[in-house]
């Protein structure tokens, strides 16, 4: 996984939680890394996975929870950190539609070793999309929450509903995302 995807997490975690609790899930997660990140280099999926269960265990908040608010936490540091051309869209749809069209092919340009999640738009409803998500990683729920900030970032209020997921054995995740 991108470094920038895990200082990204550490900010949230100072942010909302401390720099004490960041010290101490380092101390407890012990990880190869030391916890010292760089945007550009690659680390092991494991340490964030490492560090989100550590973090629950802190906090108390579910896994499931805090792996969707650091969705929604992500996407406000990419929209800021990404070429503007990358976040130039007029409306949600037209974000959702070009993630893996623009924005995962911008991203390859910038780290061409990026292994980026494929997430398409499969169908168009006359309240919302479906979208497809498949990923070795399985992180559908920080998808979510990068849908859900994206939504809010558009002053579109949305409702997503997770039809098949590869939590559950699916070899993808449909998430049904509508405007309410």
Not at 20 to 28: D, I, V
Not at 46 to 55: D, G, H, P, R, T
Not at 94 to 123: C, F, M, N, R
Request: aromatic share 8%; charged share 20%; proline share 6%.
């Amino acid at each position: 996984m991108k470094g920038a995807v895990f200082t990204h997490f550490q900010e949230m975690i100072e942010d909302q939680f401390g720099m004490e609790c960041w010290e101490t899930l380092l101390e407890k997660c012990d990880l190869p890394s030391g916890g010292i990140y760089t945007s550009a280099n690659n680390y092991d999926d494991q340490e964030i996975l490492s560090l989100v269960v550590a973090l629950s265990e802190y906090s108390s908040v579910p896994v499931p929870d805090l792996v969707e608010a650091f969705g929604r936490y992500l996407y406000k540091g990419l929209a800021h950190s990404l070429p503007p051309a990358m976040m130039n869209f007029p409306d949600l749809w037209s974000l959702l539609g070009a993630v893996d069209s623009v924005i995962h092919v911008e991203v390859h340009k910038l780290y061409p070793d990026a292994l980026t999640p494929k997430i398409l738009v499969t169908e168009k409803h006359e309240n919302g999309v479906t979208l497809y998500y498949q990923s070795p990683r399985k992180m559908c729920l920080l998808a979510i929450g990068l849908v859900h900030q994206a939504a809010e970032s558009f002053g579109t209020p949305v409702i997503i509903k997770h039809t098949c997921c590869m939590n559950e054995g699916a070899d993808h995740c449909s998430l049904l995302v509508e405007r309410i």
